[in-house]
């Protein structure tokens, strides 16, 4: 957004979750989406006014955990299409001014990774097992895992092969975690860096940026006193003792990345899913030689308060002074409720989703947004049935498919659009009361979250490219006040109308009649 800084500094950068965004093939579509259909959708993404995809994992997958389980990180999954499909997207994209991150996963392989199957095939003790973390059990016969750990998708983090070792596997048993003390693991990774960035990838986002290493004993946790169900595992953190996270080793293959990143001309950038456990320990993988970004969950778990806001957006600020990066905000991705959802339902769910965007658009350092966020999308009650989340089979809690439900591009019914005109019903449902909801139906209506976000993002490179960072949050009762480059933010978290302060509005997420701030409502002031 400003010459001043590298282009991920400020960016605003849409999430598109592959399978879950546009279906261009086979033709007709046979309902998972696809690189083909992002690339047709590309202009719909410059007409949004976003600077940057970040496309989650379209490699050579058995699709466990939906592209998460990697078997090929140098090819493409024949579900999504091909590298030259790869070539064209990234080729459209730079055409029309969009940056390209894609996802790394390298805490773990698939079960079906090569490395994987001759650590099967191969002796206790052997070197290739020695790529992961096979060990033996505890108990007599070695028949108890281990250690006590448990996997995020719920159940015991080892399983057993026939020859009587274990594995551990910190998601989905067929998710087996490497041994990243073993150095032919970090080569490896170095040259899948290289290949996607001499591909010309603008950036990387890194999974599960804080595992990796475990504490090199692999000993027991102490354990939590109150478990978290799986659902919350993902991003809620909680000071738990964690010997198989965040560990201080992981902070070495960052700074060598970024030697790699680094030696590309072109600014190329990593973010860090990291779920440290808290902004400090955040801050730490954004040191100015480690990554660039690491996602704030701390605004993405706020509930919905004043206070609150304030307090997150004065924390993250200070805990990334000090490095050379900028925050990130994020109120949604393809891992945790959406957020219209979380905050209530419904219209005052759907009101507090966008005047929490338009405060977060106003604040320093990059937005990431989640498909479908721009179209006021709510969670989905996904059947039983057709639920395909691997923790749901783990653990029988409803899981992630509800924020993961294919896009309503047109029509009045399902597939609505998703696979062109005759595309097949899509790989989890819709709603059959979607229709209202569709890109189609919201193009023309100054009044739909489509039209708001398309303004929003308009308004946010108008009013802030090149401002500078200094931004004071405090809140007044109910009221988030923000200030920043000559403009107030105000965000009404309480229940009834406050005055708005003097001035312009420059925009706002609802009506604002009378001079008044309704609740649930947000506008910039100049
Ligand atoms: C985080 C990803 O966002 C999630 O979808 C995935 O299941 C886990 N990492 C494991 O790779």
């Not at 191969?122 to 108990?139: C, Q, T």
């Not at 007599?140 to 895992?145: L, S």
């Not at 007044?476 to 708005?500: D, F, I, K």
Request: proline share 9%; aromatic share 10%; hydrophobic share 40%.
């Amino acid at each position: 957004m400003s010459a001043a800084h590298p282009w991920w500094y400020d960016a605003v950068v849409y999430q598109v979750y592959v399978r879950s965004f546009a279906d261009a093939m086979p033709v007709p579509g046979d309902g998972i989406g696809d690189l083909p259909g992002i690339t047709s959708r590309l202009p719909y993404l410059r007409e949004l006014g976003v600077d940057a995809l970040w496309i989650t994992p379209f490699y050579t997958s058995p699709q466990k955990d939906h592209g998460y389980d990697v078997a090929d990180y140098a090819d493409v999954d024949p579900l999504f299409g091909t590298l030259a499909d790869v070539d064209r997207l990234l080729e459209t994209a730079h055409g029309l001014g969009l940056r390209v991150i894609v996802d790394l996963v390298p805490n773990h392989t698939s079960d079906q990774h090569a490395w994987f199957q001759a650590a099967l095939a191969a002796e206790p003790g052997s070197p290739e097992r020695a790529r992961y973390l096979f060990r033996d059990g505890r108990g007599p016969d070695g028949a108890e895992p281990p250690n006590n750990w448990d996997s995020v998708f719920g159940g015991p983090a080892w399983t057993r092969v026939p020859d009587g070792q274990w594995y551990l596997h910190l998601f989905d048993t067929s998710q087996p975690d490497l041994d990243w003390r073993n150095p032919e693991v970090g080569d490896m990774f170095e040259g899948v860096l290289r290949f996607w960035l001499d591909r010309g990838v603008d950036g990387f986002r890194v999974d599960v940026a804080h595992g990796l290493y475990k504490e090199a004993t692999l000993r027991d946790q102490v354990r939590p006193k109150k478990p978290k169900k799986a659902a919350e595992s993902m991003v809620e953190r909680v000071l738990n003792d964690e010997p198989m996270w965040d560990q201080p080793e992981v902070h070495d293959v960052y700074r060598r990345w970024r030697k790699v990143l680094d030696s590309y001309p072109g600014d190329r950038m990593a973010v860090a899913e990291a779920w440290t456990q808290t902004a400090a320990s955040m801050a730490m993988f954004i040191r100015p030689d480690e990554l660039h970004q690491a996602f704030n969950f701390g605004w993405l778990g706020t509930p919905w308060s004043a206070t609150a806001f304030a307090e997150v957006i004065t924390d993250s600020i200070a805990a990334v002074a000090a490095a050379a990066s900028a925050p990130t905000w994020v109120l949604s991705n393809h891992d945790v409720e959406r957020h219209p959802t979380r905050y209530g339902g419904g219209p005052v769910g759907l009101a507090r989703g966008r005047a929490a965007t338009l405060a977060m658009l106003a604040l320093p350092g990059s937005a990431y947004l989640y498909q479908g966020e721009e179209l006021g999308l709510e969670q989905v009650d996904v059947p039983p049935e057709a639920r395909q989340d691997p923790s749901w089979f783990r653990t029988g809690q409803p899981g992630r498919d509800g924020c993961r439900v294919p896009l309503p591009w047109s029509g009045e019914a399902p597939p609505y659009g998703f696979g062109g005109p005759d595309g097949a019903q899509p790989w989890i449902p819709q709603p059959a009361d979607w229709a209202d909801l569709t890109v189609a139906a919201q193009d023309a209506d100054p009044g739909s979250t489509l039209a708001f976000y398309r303004r929003a993002l308009a308004a946010r490179r108008a009013v802030f490219a090149g401002a500078d960072e200094a931004t004071v949050a405090s809140a007044e009762g109910g009221l988030l006040v923000v200030r920043r480059a000559g403009v107030t933010v105000v965000l009404n978290a309480g229940s009834t109308p406050v005055p708005l302060p003097e001035g312009e509005v420059l925009i706002s997420s609802a009506a604002v009649p009378g001079g008044l701030l309704p609740p649930d409502t947000a506008a910039w002031i100049r």
